[in-house]
């Protein structure tokens, strides 16, 4: 069952310090968003917002054939609240390998990711004609070190990185999406 947005949604900060959302009917969405991480005042409740609504219904339709529709509504509601709330962030793009072909990628699209001989299925959440923000789908990967990157992590990478996703087929598994909240 896909939840439809309404106007008694709400977004606010958790106890936790983590970004949520109010569902209405006794349910509430948490994100794995930390305020820190955000531009959000948290002694603010805001909307969710036309916008929102806008966001949610075109990246649900990018997510169309992968997992359950519970699924499906975790990955475009964290997709949303990054692109809305998530702060600015600078390139990483020295974690994946450079692609032959440059792609531009639309909002919503789903791309990979080569590191290490592994391909990372993402979804791009805000788009620019050099680089683009995504969130990860698939299953929590040590890109270094000192950085790793999580399932709905979101990363900026410049668009020369990216790896077009032309069928379903060649995407991860989406039990690698894991439950957040």
């Known amino acids: 069952m896909l939840l ?23 349910m509430l969405f948490s994100s794995p968003y930390l305020e820190k991480h955000l531009v959000y005042s948290a002694s603010l409740e ?3 917002s036309v916008e929102d609504t806008g966001l949610y219904y075109r990246f649900i339709d990018q997510l169309n054939t992968m997992g359950s529709s519970a699924q499906r509504v975790q990955a475009a509601l964290n997709g949303v ?15 994946f390998e ?10 919503g699209e789903l791309i990979g990711l080569d590191v290490e001989n592994e391909q990372l299925t993402m ?12 969130i ?20 900026k990478v410049m668009n020369d990185r990216l790896v077009s996703l032309d069928t379903i087929s060649n995407i991860n598994d989406i039990n690698d999406i894991r439950q957040v909240g």
Request: proline fraction near 8%; glycine fraction near 2%; charge should be negative.
């Open 4 to 26: 439809q947005p309404n106007d008694q949604w709400r977004w606010f900060m958790g106890e936790d310090k983590h970004l949520m959302l109010d569902l209405g009917a006794e």
């Open 46 to 48: 805001q909307c969710f």
């Open 81 to 95: 609240a990054v692109a809305r709330f998530y702060k600015p962030l600078m390139p990483q793009s020295w974690f």
């Open 98 to 107: 450079p692609q032959a072909d440059y792609h531009q990628p639309e909002l």
């Open 123 to 134: 979804m791009v959440v805000d788009t620019s004609p050099s680089a683009s923000v995504c």
């Open 136 to 155: 990860s789908l698939s299953a929590p990967r040590l890109l270094s070190d000192s950085k790793q990157l999580n399932t709905f992590s979101a990363i």
